[in-house]
């Protein structure tokens, strides 16, 4: 079962849980560690979580969309959204926390007020995917548990709840499916059957551990717990 096979309720739990671990982590920095590079190339921890705060503007401009019909984009446009990044990296580590914590609750909010029919309203992703308003509930729990790990003070994938995980790495595996990538690879989770990525090619390269294992590989959050048979191969990109 995945993520969007559970009731929405279950799903905002595990929402609420994702935005729990990512402020717990948040939390246990000290002011002075914002300025320390994540796993992301060129971002600073402080870059960041100013963009997981405005994720949850943007995210609130999808749940607004949906609520009146009125046409409300994530991000007026790409250079809007870096430009905002860098400008939030610029507040005090103060401001950060502040910033994180009131669009989090904003966002709650805008959940909360949204009305049942609304929830199956199409709205337009960022990358331009035409989706229903329940989507941003999967979106959001995405940027919360991965970016949890960018801040790179101790959050890990194992520490995911396993519907998490597993939906994650079928994400990932779609949108390489999409694109036609990761010819002649594979993954095997423990001791289950190998999935093929593109089926109709022989597998040169399998990559193997346990699913939180094989999920930050995929994620490409490393190689840790991975072990591989044939050709080292890296996961291809995805988004």
């Known amino acids: 079962m995945g993520f969007h096979d559970l009731a929405r309720t279950e799903q905002s739990v595990l929402t609420r ?43 609130g401009n999808l749940i607004d969309w949906a609520a009146t019909g009125i046409e409300t984009p994530m991000y007026t446009s790409p250079e809007q959204r870096e430009r905002d990044i860098e400008v939030g990296a610029m507040l005090s580590p103060a401001a950060l926390r502040n910033l ?18 609304a929830w199956d309203a199409k709205v337009r992703t960022a990358q331009g995917r035409s989706v229903p308003a329940a989507e941003t509930l999967w979106m959001r729990n995405r940027e919360m548990w991965i ?18 995980a597993s939906s994650l790495l079928d994400d990932v595996v779609a949108v390489w499916r999409t694109r036609n990538v990761g010819a002649g690879m594979a993954y095997r989770i423990d ?18 551990g346990s ?8 994620t ?7 072990t591989t048979t ?7 990109g995805w988004l």
Do not use: C, M
């Open 17 to 59: 849980r994702g935005t729990a671990y990512f402020a717990e982590r948040l939390a246990a920095l000290d002011d002075d560690e914002f300025g320390e590079p994540t796993l992301l190339k060129g971002w600073t921890r402080r870059h960041l979580i100013a963009h997981v705060s405005n994720n949850a503007v943007a995210l």
């Open 100 to 117: 994180f914590d009131d669009t989090v609750v904003r966002l709650d909010e805008k959940w909360q007020a949204l009305p049942d029919a």
């Open 147 to 164: 970016h949890a790990v960018d801040l790179a003070n101790g959050a890990r994938f194992d520490a995911f709840p396993e519907v998490i």
């Open 191 to 208: 001791d289950r059957s190998p999935v093929t990525v593109l089926p109709e090619t022989a597998t040169v390269t399998t990559i193997t």
């Open 211 to 218: 699913l939180a294992a094989v999920a930050g590989w995929a």
């Open 220 to 226: 490409g959050r490393g190689a840790i717990g991975i």
């Open 230 to 236: 044939g050709p080292e191969a890296a996961a291809p």
